[in-house]
């Protein structure tokens, strides 16, 4: 059975630091992955997305993500959080063409 | 080009009545798929059209249809509303065909219901 996880419901960074936000998947398919963003009250934003090119996904914003097949996962990075990044995040995955799966969502919180 | 458009952006409604919900896919996009966000249940996945055929479905009450149109616009209809259909309903378009996604998002419908 096709899945997704994200391991964090809530993370906390203060601004200028790293962030790391956390997805696996569970597949016998090789997916496409997608990170989006929601900010309040709004539509959510692609972030960035594999689909088996390059591993390493450079998305807007800064943020980056790195597809390891070993260890079938998709996390999501930024070297310096902004204040502005402050919102939920989703990692999507497809398996077979347009049925996409959802995790639950991880809320960033940014500290000034 | 203009992104998804979805409309209303609020509408409060008593429970027993029904609702329709409207969406605009970008130009050229095929698929058009619906979700209900909820605080409890997150994201959740209703239905996917694809021209003008409901394609794939979610775990929903048969209260919630869609349907759409030779242009790709799709309209949700939710019957005989209930206070647990309270959520915000986005709705996703998509190219179909080329690869897999991504998905792009209008900013959705707020549906309160009383």
């Known amino acids: 059975a096709q899945s997704v996880t994200q391991l964090d419901s809530h993370v906390s960074v203060s601004e200028g630091t790293p962030v790391l936000l956390r997805c696996n998947y569970s597949s016998s398919y090789s997916p496409s992955l997608f990170w989006y963003v929601q900010h309040p009250n709004k539509g959510l934003q692609l972030l960035l997305k594999y689909t088996s090119a390059a591993t390493l996904v450079k998305g807007i914003n800064g943020f980056e993500a790195e597809f390891k097949k070993s260890e079938t996962s998709f996390h999501l990075t930024k070297p310096s959080a902004h204040m502005s990044d402050a919102a939920e995040y989703f990692c999507v995955v497809s398996f077979t063409g347009n049925q996409f799966y959802f995790g639950t969502g991880t809320s960033l919180t940014v500290i000034p | 080009k203009a992104g998804v458009t979805q409309t209303p952006r609020y509408l409060i409604k008593t429970r027993g009545q029904q609702v329709t919900l409207s969406c605009s896919p970008i130009s050229g996009h095929r698929s058009v798929s619906w979700y209900q966000q909820t605080p409890g249940q997150g994201l959740q996945f209703l239905f996917e059209y694809f021209s003008e055929t409901q394609r794939n479905k979610g775990n929903f009450p048969g209260r919630f249809s869609g349907r759409q149109f030779s242009n790709s616009r799709s309209e949700m209809n939710v019957s005989t509303l209930e206070l647990g259909d309270s959520a915000l309903y986005l709705c996703?378009?998509?190219?179909?065909?080329?690869?897999?996604?991504?998905?792009?998002f209008g900013n959705g419908t707020r549906l309160t219901v009383t």
């Open positions: 996703a378009s998509s190219l179909v065909g080329q690869e897999m996604g991504p998905l792009h």
